[in-house]
């Protein structure tokens, strides 16, 4: 079974700074995309930022130049650093993972189980 566990998040002031972690483990063939999305109450979940196997990154325009994304395939781990936080940014972050395992072989969409952030005023 292929599982991943957040951790990171927390209370933070504005202007604060947090930086999630995100593991994969499990029967684990390769990894392809890793991700942060995150919903606050009432909204839909939405992509955060997004990294390839190789590197490649994209954010939402709400988060460019405040949040960098980072991984390490050796770890099987996703990174979120988030600098100058806003109250906006109060959501639950969850962590996805195109996976394929060595069970079956078939390469799926895993989701962390979601860690809160709060950006207080």
């Known amino acids: 079974q292929v599982q991943l566990v957040e951790s990171g998040g927390g209370l933070v002031q504005a202007g604060g700074s947090l930086r999630l972690s995100c593991a994969a483990s499990g029967s684990i063939v390769s990894i392809n995309a890793m991700g942060w999305y995150r919903q606050a109450p009432g909204a839909q979940r939405e992509l955060v930022a997004g990294?390839?196997?190789?590197?490649?990154?994209n954010y939402a325009d709400s988060v460019k130049g405040r949040f960098t994304i980072s991984r390490d395939n050796a770890k099987n781990t996703v990174y979120l650093q988030m600098n100058s936080l806003k109250p906006e940014d109060t959501a639950v972050y969850y962590c996805?993972?195109?996976?394929?395992?060595?069970?079956?072989?078939?390469?799926?969409?895993?989701w962390g189980q979601g860690t809160q952030v709060t950006v207080s005023s």
């Open positions: 996805s993972a195109h996976i394929r395992d060595s069970g079956t072989y078939i390469a799926l969409d895993y």
């Open positions: 990294i390839t196997s190789g590197g490649s990154t």
